[in-house]
């Protein structure tokens, strides 16, 4: 018996995992972890091979072919119209494939994200959900370094603290969910998962500068007015309006409370953002002292 549960173990492990979102903070950090275990993995994206395009359903069933798992990084955010049904659609996709674990990534705080996730509650598939707040990582990797570097960050009035999470905590419950058996500890659950503590914008920011030995301002301005900076800096009108409408729903102060999620899945507190400045700050991202 020993013997054939072995060799079951090493026919699954054979078979690669469908990584979605393979560039993205949590799916790079998802392929990092499943591939330093040694375990075999796809990366789900335009450029790889199979591709996968969201865009083009006629990529999905090449990409799913043969693989044992797939994480679930919607692209460029559930909240974007269309995005539920594709991402139903895509459940449906892997279904007919024959795999059963499937791990979503969610946003905390969106409706359609909550829409999509009942898409995959409704399924027949053996699902996990990660519902996560905003990332620390967004101040390192995009979204707010380039301004941070510059040493001025302009940002909208009304923004609610936001208990970000760190995007590490946030792939290692992925990968435990995406390993775990059919029907074991992570399936069918919802992880809420945010940091331990609840900060503004401007406190991360002079935190962040604290760290990185340097001035860094923090401008805030009307949102109106913010919207119409985007615009001139020439960011396209769709990431715009996505930015405006996660910034008016998002940080409208829903979000603010500390949820248990990470500790209910590794069973240790999440990360704390002086943990994430003393592991960044070092890497010179943020620029060097003024």
Request: some cysteine.
């Amino acid at each position: 018996m020993a013997i054939d549960q072995t060799r079951s173990q090493a026919r699954d492990d054979a078979r690669p995992i469908l990584v979605l979102g393979a560039h993205g903070k949590t799916g790079a950090r998802v392929m990092a972890l499943l591939q330093a275990a040694g375990h075999a993995v796809r990366a789900g994206s335009r450029n790889a091979r199979p591709a996968f395009d969201w865009n083009d359903r006629a990529t999905w069933g090449p990409a799913l072919e043969g693989v044992r798992a797939v994480y679930i990084a919607y692209q460029p955010d559930l909240c974007v119209p269309g995005a539920v049904e594709t991402v139903r659609a895509f459940c449906e996709a892997i279904a007919r494939a024959g795999v059963r674990k499937t791990v979503l990534l969610s946003g905390r705080g969106e409706p359609e994200a909550e829409d999509a996730e009942n898409a995959l509650r409704a399924s027949a598939l053996d699902w996990t959900i990660v519902r996560a707040s905003w990332f620390f990582q967004n101040f390192s990797e995009n979204y707010f370094l380039e301004e941070i570097v510059a040493g001025e960050i302009t940002l909208p009035e009304g923004l609610a603290p936001e208990p970000f999470v760190d995007a590490d905590d946030i792939a290692e419950i992925a990968v435990a969910a995406l390993l775990d058996p059919e029907g074991g500890r992570h399936g069918g659950q919802l992880y809420e998962l945010t940091g331990p503590e609840a900060l503004d914008f401007p406190e991360a920011i002079r935190r962040i500068g604290q760290a990185a030995q340097r001035g860094i301002g923090c401008r805030i301005v009307t949102m109106d007015d913010y919207a119409a900076a985007l615009g001139q800096a020439g960011l396209p009108s769709d990431l715009a309006w996505l930015v405006i409408y996660l910034f008016k729903t998002v940080l409208d102060g829903r979000n603010t409370p500390v949820a248990d999620g990470v500790q209910r899945a590794l069973d240790r507190p999440p990360r704390s953002f002086a943990d994430y400045l003393a592991r960044t700050a070092p890497t010179g991202v943020w620029g060097a002292a003024s």
